[in-house]
């Protein structure tokens, strides 16, 4: 069992910085495929960003690529996800997700076995 616990949240002007942390239990972290999702009020829960466990590798939705940068440092079983630029549109309970052992980076909710609790970030005009 993995648990992932966010944090980072908070309300901020547009145009400001947010860094959110994702905090993983368990051994296995560095095999350990992490996303970031979010979710705003009404709507459906969304792709942010992902990050593989080896490579370097990542992708970003289109909305957030350029102003969002995911990174994670496998010492610490931690992911981070720094959001420049903030739009009131980013206004979302972010969720961290995780996929063990997977090569390929998904965009899927289905496919992320484990998830945090969230945590909100909003955005003010």
């Known amino acids: 069992q993995v648990q992932l616990v966010e944090s980072g949240g908070g309300l901020v002007q547009a145009g400001a910085s947010l860094r959110l942390s994702c905090a993983a239990s368990g051994r296995a972290f560095a095999s350990y495929t992490m996303a970031w999702f979010r979710q705003a009020p009404g709507k459906e829960r969304e792709f942010v960003s992902a990050?593989?466990?080896?490579?370097?590798?990542?992708a970003y939705a289109d909305s957030v690529k350029g102003r969002f940068t995911i990174s994670r440092e496998n010492a610490k079983n931690t992911v981070y996800l720094q959001m420049n630029s903030l739009k009131p549109e980013d206004t979302a309970v972010y969720y961290c997700a995780a996929q063990p052992g997977v090569w390929e980076i998904s965009r899927l909710i289905n496919e992320y076995d484990y998830w945090g609790q969230g945590t909100q970030v909003t955005v003010s005009s």
């Open positions: 990050i593989g466990w080896t490579l370097g590798r990542t």
